[in-house]
């Protein structure tokens, strides 16, 4: 059968992250981590994926969330506390683009800048705010091809690289 491999998914998207804050050597900061529900195989496939590229990253630390079960406004609280409490913030990875895109909300509204937000569903909100800059990689909601095809058109957006209207995976 073809599923999602949500863990894949979870380690495309920190992959494309780590290339982003410049590689296992140099990458340095917090990375805050939106989860979904509690005890739910899809977070904790999306939060393995994503927490096995930076197992080995001695700069990079990831501090979770409170559980935000997958809505925004539960994840715009909890990233309000976490920025109270963190101030060498380099990411976002939410375990979709609802809830990342509550935590782009507050980041803008505490004037924190240049951090990278990241989640999972190809969510089309999160893609026009790539196009914009404000949000910088999310992996599709579907088989593996789909993910690795959103990622590389992600990164070709945010190196301003001309990439296709509609990518056909």
Do not use: W
Request: hydrophobic share 40%; aromatic share 4%.
């Amino acid at each position: 059968s073809v599923g999602r491999d949500n863990k894949e998914m979870g380690r495309l998207v920190g992959e494309a992250l780590l290339e982003e804050l410049g590689g296992a050597d140099d990458a340095k900061g917090t990375i805050l981590e939106i989860q979904g529900t509690a005890g739910d195989t899809v977070m904790m496939a999306r939060r393995d994926g994503f927490e096995e590229v930076f197992k080995d990253v001695p700069g990079i630390k990831i501090v979770q969330s409170a559980y935000c079960d997958y809505t925004r406004s539960k994840a715009v609280v909890a990233t309000q506390d976490l920025v109270q409490s963190h101030k060498d913030i380099v990411a976002i990875y939410g375990h979709n683009d609802d809830m990342s895109l509550g935590a782009l909300q507050v980041l803008e509204e505490n004037g924190i800048e240049n951090v990278k937000v990241t989640g999972v569903d190809g969510l089309m909100e999160a893609v026009l705010k790539m196009e914009e800059g404000s949000y910088d990689i999310t992996a599709m909601n579907d088989p593996g091809s789909l993910a690795t095809a959103a990622i590389d058109t992600a990164l070709k957006i945010l190196n301003e690289e001309d990439y296709e209207e509609y990518v056909d995976a």
